[in-house]
Nanobody
Framework: QVQLVESGGGLVQAGDSLRLSCAAS????????MAWFRQAPGKEREFVAYIYWSGGNTNYADSVKGRFTISRDNAKRTVYLQIDSLKPQDTAVYYC????????????WGQGTQVTVSS
């Protein structure tokens, strides 16, 4: 069982940056591939970014390439999502996930953190 807790969301202005964090409970965190997803109001949840268990491979949705960076610190059991040049269309609840590969499916999910971008 893996518990995931996201943090770092908030209300920001267009053009700002945010770093989201996802802390995991599992001692075997370093064995898990991790991903970020987001769900905007009235829309389906969508894949955002993925990182291999070792951090050696990452993948991004086309809509966020060049602005989002996923990383991880296995010693801290934490995965991060750096978001630069925020746009109003980035407004969503951001979720981290574990126990899957690529765009999914994933077994474990956090509760989400809200990111709201004002124009």
């Amino acid at each position: 069982q893996v518990q995931l807790v996201e943090s770092g969301g908030g209300l920001v202005q267009a053009g700002d940056s945010l770093r989201l964090s996802c802390a995991a409970s599992a001692r075997t965190f370093s064995n898990y591939n991790m991903a970020w997803f987001r769900q905007a109001p009235g829309k389906e949840r969508e894949f955002v970014a993925y990182i291999y268990w070792s951090g050696g491979n990452t993948n991004y949705a086309d809509s966020v390439k060049g602005r989002f960076t996923i990383s991880r610190d296995n010693a801290k059991r934490t995965v991060y999502l750096q978001i630069d040049s925020l746009k109003p269309q980035d407004t969503a609840v951001y979720y981290c996930a574990a126990g899957g590969h690529g765009t999914g499916p994933y077994t474990y999910w956090g509760q989400g953190t809200q990111v709201t971008v004002s124009s």
